[in-house]
């Protein structure tokens, strides 16, 4: 382990019901650490860390930090005037940012790090559990759930390491995995990137850290991720793995058949046809699967045996997940928030859908709303239906002119159905009015509009 691991024997983390900052709460308690806490409101991942024994605050307060605290956790979204950090600097704590935290963890284990614009989490989750399945009992620290409230983490015996590597503000540049995903690369976080150059050089310094030996697996098909691969190909001690449908991939996908809510995927591997099953939905998350598969490969994980294991992950949450079913309607909830992600979520669900597909989005941030409203609205245009609410601002403050008024003009013009909805209360019933027998309910967005679905489904049991 490096040095910031020294700090990490009582650490107190501030926002530690984040889905990033848990799962590292959550290894460090298994592994022995005095772990502390805060977060603004109570939550099941609150209570899932304090089973595990972690003194957990709510609200943030000065007083909340330990005499004997060792360090503070923090990450990006931490302000600078938060009371805890401000108390730690006074005393002399250290702090120590998330992904310094994460690299301290995958010292000493063989590391395979998932990045790219869309997919990490997906991705990152499928290779937790397939490797699982094939009793590697890896370790793992994913951007969300798998199936239940601290689930996004786990300390395995194996000596294998899965992360989600984030690019949103560089911190994937502290990692040094033996194997790195590169799923895409497109121009997002716009408050921390100015241009796709600038997107590239940070995706170079990250495949710049891979261990001399190690090995890239990178998209073939998507435009950023080819391009990405024309400007690293030639380091000599680094093994390059194309995956997608191009013929000049590495892994070639030759088909994804979708069979409801499940496909079924051929690759050509060393020459050979190798079939399996995805048992979620769209072309997507199949070419996700693709991924993880070369990347299991690469870590000496033989094909057949990981291909079949992959089928047995289902989903993660907030990743096209069942709500739940009332009068003939499902309700999904997807985290999509990038118009990439949204199209690739909405055009999975019309394959498996057997009505009309109606949308309840919640933009993601002002910043994105304002650079990225005109493909978002395009989008939306693949739902039969979508109500567009307010802008979930997340860590931003309002940017004035730019509200989700932008985005509903833009998917009026690609010609929608949309319609706003300013109260956030008031969407369950009016999505549960639209919806008839046999139509999919889709809440989609990376902020609090997952907390919709179970109210629509109580609208539709009415």
């Known amino acids: 382990m490096n040095d910031a691991a020294h700090d990490l024997h009582a650490p107190h983390f501030i926002g530690i019901g984040g889905a990033g900052m848990s799962g590292l709460a959550k290894i460090l308690s298994v592994r022995g650490a005095k772990v502390s806490g805060s977060d603004a409101k109570e939550s099941a991942t609150v209570l899932a860390l304090r089973a595990l024994g972690a003194a957990v605050a709510v609200g943030h307060a000065a007083e909340n930090v330990p005499d004997g605290a060792s360090s503070i956790v923090v990450s990006s979204a931490i302000r600078a005037d938060n009371p805890e950090l401000a108390a730690a600097r006074e005393r002399g704590i250290p702090v120590v940012h998330r992904s310094d935290a994460l690299a301290a963890l995958m010292g000493g284990r063989r590391a395979l790090a998932v990045a790219g614009t869309h997919g990490k989490t997906t991705t990152t989750s499928m290779l937790a559990v397939a490797l699982g399945a094939l009793g ?124 409801g809510m499940t496909s079924q995927v051929t690759v050509e591997l060393e020459g050979a046809e190798l079939a399996f099953t995805v048992s979620v939905p769209g072309k997507h998350y199949a070419h996700n699967a693709v991924a993880a598969l070369a990347a299991g490969i690469a870590l000496g994980v033989p094909a057949e045996q990981l291909a079949e294991a992959l089928g047995s992950y289902t989903g993660v949450r907030r990743r096209l997940q069942l709500k739940g079913e009332a009068a003939g309607v499902q309700v999904i909830d997807s985290y999509a928030h990038h118009p990439t992600e ?40 693949l739902a039969d239906a979508s109500v567009v609410l307010d802008v979930y601002p997340a860590r931003e403050d309002p940017i004035p002119g730019v509200s989700s008024e932008l985005i509903i003009d833009a998917a009026r013009r690609a010609g929608a159905d949309v319609t706003a909805e300013h109260e956030f209360g008031a969407a369950p019933a009016r999505l549960a009015g639209m919806a008839k027998t046999g139509d999919l309910v889709l809440t989609m967005g990376a902020g609090d509009v997952t907390n919709l679905g179970p109210a629509i489904l109580e609208e539709l049991a009415r």
Do not use: C, W
Request: a negative charge.
């Open 136 to 259: 590697l009992d890896p370790s793992y620290a994913i951007g969300g759930d798998l199936d239940a409230p601290g689930s996004n983490a786990h300390h395995g015996t194996g000596e294998i390491f899965v992360a989600e590597a984030d690019e949103s503000d560089r911190s994937f540049h502290k990692y040094a995995p033996e194997v790195a995903i590169i799923l895409n690369v497109e121009l997002d976080h716009h408050a921390n990137y100015a241009s796709m150059d600038e997107i590239y050089e940070s995706f170079e310094t990250f495949v710049g850290r891979i261990q001399p030996g190690g090995t890239l697996v990178v998209s073939a098909d998507h435009p950023g991720a080819r391009e990405l691969t024309s400007r690293v190909v030639g380091r000599e001690d680094l093994n390059v793995v194309t995956v997608g449908a191009a013929e000049d991939a590495t892994v070639r996908v030759l088909s994804v058949v979708p069979r």
């Open 342 to 381: 949204m199209s690739a979520d909405l055009e999975a669900i019309r394959d498996a859908a057997a009505g009309r597909v109606l949308v309840l989005f919640q933009p993601h941030l002002f910043s994105r709303t304002q650079q990225l409203a005109e493909e978002m609205g395009r989008a939306l245009a």
